[in-house]
């Protein structure tokens, strides 16, 4: 089966990148995060999460490889006896074989164990997938946010100018200060879009590289299971014939 340190390294590889483009234009990051820190704050919280959780969806397929290895050896006393989470439906379908080493499984229980192993992995991935549909959803919510404030701010404004005055010099000073709030919002709108649609993308290649790794861990276990259980059927048929 493939090895899933080989995603490990590309994942991290990537956020490594990610952090170097960070740091090279940290100011201006900087400055758009604090236009609205406690709501940026937030989609930085849900993309640490989110990167935690994807990376933990490739660390747990390391203890059933293990589990899968000392099976695969077929001598006595080296199977695992706590049962695996992600192999759980394996596990319970052989029994007590599975401490002995050896095992035999039909065709419908095979069909059973994959879908009940594939309807887990799919499991952890909808909740990675939630992360990555949340943090387009916080940026959306801060841009229609921030625009609501500007138009608020706008609005007061627009109604606290005294054109009666004969002073323009004060009217325009005046504008000048009211138009701050509003430009502010606009900030809040753009740093939340910037950093939640961000956030998004570093969260989907992560999410696909973890996805690549269940797929390949699947496939090999795929492969390992249907060769032994066409040996189990040819040995079924023998005895019939017999």
Known sequence: MSNPKHTLFWMTLFLGVVVIVGALIHKPLITAFMANWVFNLLIVGVLIVGIALT?????????ELRWVAQFRTGHSGLSVLQEPRLLKPLARQL?????????TLSTMSLRTVLDGIHSRM????????????????????????????TINAVGDVIAGLDMSQEDFGKVFGDLQAGLLTPLQGMGTAFS????????SLILGFLDIQAGHAQNRFYDGLEEWLTGVTNLVDRVDDEKDLS
């Open 55 to 63: 990376y933990r969806q490739v660390f747990v397929l390391f203890p």
């Open 95 to 103: 029994g007590e074989e599975a401490k002995r080493d050896r095992f």
């Open 122 to 149: 799919d499991e952890q991935r909808e909740i990675t997938r939630y992360f990555i549909n949340l943090l387009v959803f916080l940026g959306l919510l801060g841009t229609f946010w921030g625009l609501l404030g």
């Open 192 to 199: 939340s879009s910037l950093l939640g649609l961000g956030g």
